[in-house]
């Protein structure tokens, strides 16, 4: 609430959202929100590999309320890389930071996807199970050793040295700054096609000598993909076609940062070379950041106090009586020893309408504040878009007739309507998964639909969803990756449930399986999957089997 200005949004450890509030609230020592966006998240690593109307509206999410659909948008959740960007923290660094500060942070270079081995330090980051899996979102988190895991690379191994190569390759090609938009598709695969050249990958035509090329594609992400970040890079030489053609072929949509920097940090020994590459095309990479302009709203919050409750009633009823009688506000308000706000409030809970001085709330102005408060804003809100303080809004709301409880009624109405909205939005997504699993989904969520809104809440139930058989072979493999899934949940939940003597919950499990948590959406398509999570929640212990199964 402090620095956001809500108590939940703002959260974000990667796309924060408010960023006006914030800025404002920190009175711009960290720059203004566009320079924030830009320079402070995980924006800066992706800001140049997008045009300018994406990072703009990009940004006006991040200063707004919300960056639902901001990774879509981006591409990033259909990209076969994690758009959830795991919290990163080197051991070498903490101890530093506690020496030096007091205290340990995390560091937005090692936050960078493809960056997991420390430069400094030539340490292996440890990784956070916290924020990215959805766990304790909505908390506040500094890197502790305690919730922090090695990832399954040695240190001197080969894998731990291409790792390396790569931290260091995109660490210094994002030290050059590069405006937005700056590494176009086109401009990339050119620089990309430069490398090629130079190992004799590519025919007088121009073409790709695919059998010399993809072996040694292959043997290069092989050492990096062991890393879940990494993985969804190519494991076989079918899959390594299919990467060189997303990086080669003609381009026809987006492509994620990190197969245009692991494909460059293949190519070239260094970052400079390739930088210099680019340069060769004749089309600058380099540039300085984008200053953002620094807003000039301000939210000042007024507060009176209140004057010696035994006269109170007295008080309200003389004044009343003052103004219905016609005495002007102000005189009532001297006459009975209180503030001329004080009696306009009175006089509005009694349904008598007082004349108001205009100072910067002009009759336009304060028209278009009363119908945004009628629809339920935000008082905040209303206060930075018209340029005046929260207490403002709030006497608007005290001193005129009935507002209160028309803006409450809103704000109870759009509370309702999110939460519906949100519950729609979630059977949409998960309702094939079943009523249990999509319940576990958001608790919270059923919670209060199930106390406030019952009714609505039963008549929208997930329906059960016929099965039918595919008329043709599916491209993926279900059955196969079926098995593997529920094999894999079955044998997480035993170690579970061996650790803790207590019911499991949903987000337990796909902690443990990160690659159960995008799956939950099509479990129509894995129903051993399905079965095995029914089953493990609310497991104890003691209903295990002797001889290891759940049922």
Known sequence: MQLFGHRRQGVQHDLPCRLDAFAQRTDYRLGGPKDIAQERTLLSFYRPFQTQPLNSEVVAAMRGDTVAHVKFRMGLLTSRFRANHPLKACPGCM?????????????????????????????????????????????????????????????????????????????????????????????LQQALRTGLNRRGWLTPSGRLKLNQVWASYL????AIRGVPELSGLAKNEGEAVRD???????IRGGTHPLRWLVGASWLFENAEAFAAAIDGLGMSASGGGVAGNVATCRIAIDAKESRQKSTVSDQRQRAIEMIAEGVATTAAAAAVGVAVGTAMAWAAAAGIETKRRAKLLKPKKLQAVVEELQHGADKAEVAIRHDVSVGSITRILRTHPGLHQ??????????????????????????????????AMDPALYAWLYRNDRDWLKAHQPEPIARHADQQAPAVRWDERDQWMSQRVRT?????????????KLWEIYQAVPELKPKLRVLDRLPLTRQAIQSALGTRPSSIHPSGDLF
């Open 244 to 250: 060189l053609g997303l990086m080669f072929h003609p």
């Open 95 to 187: 101890d530093r930071d506690r020496r030096e500060h007091g205290w340990v942070y995390w560091h937005l270079r090692h936050q960078y996807p493809g960056v997991w081995v420390c430069e400094e330090h030539q340490t292996l980051l440890l990784n956070s199970s916290l924020k990215s899996t959805g766990v304790e979102r909505f908390l506040w988190h500094l890197p502790s050793i305690g919730h922090l895991t090695p990832v399954a690379v040695d240190e001197g191994s080969a894998s731990f040295q291409s790792l390396r190569h790569l931290a260091r390759f995109v660490v210094e090609l994002f030290d050059r700054r590069v405006t937005e938009g700056g590494w176009t598709g086109a401009l």
């Open 492 to 504: 997480v939940v035993l170690e579970l449930c061996a650790e803790r003597p207590r019911s499991l």
């Open 219 to 222: 043997d290069h992400v092989l």
């Open 406 to 439: 028309t803006w409450i009624a809103a704000r109870s109405k759009r509370i309702q309507e999110t939460a519906r909205g949100s519950w729609l939005s979630l059977r949409e997504t998960f309702g094939s998964a079943g009523i249990k699993i999509l319940r």
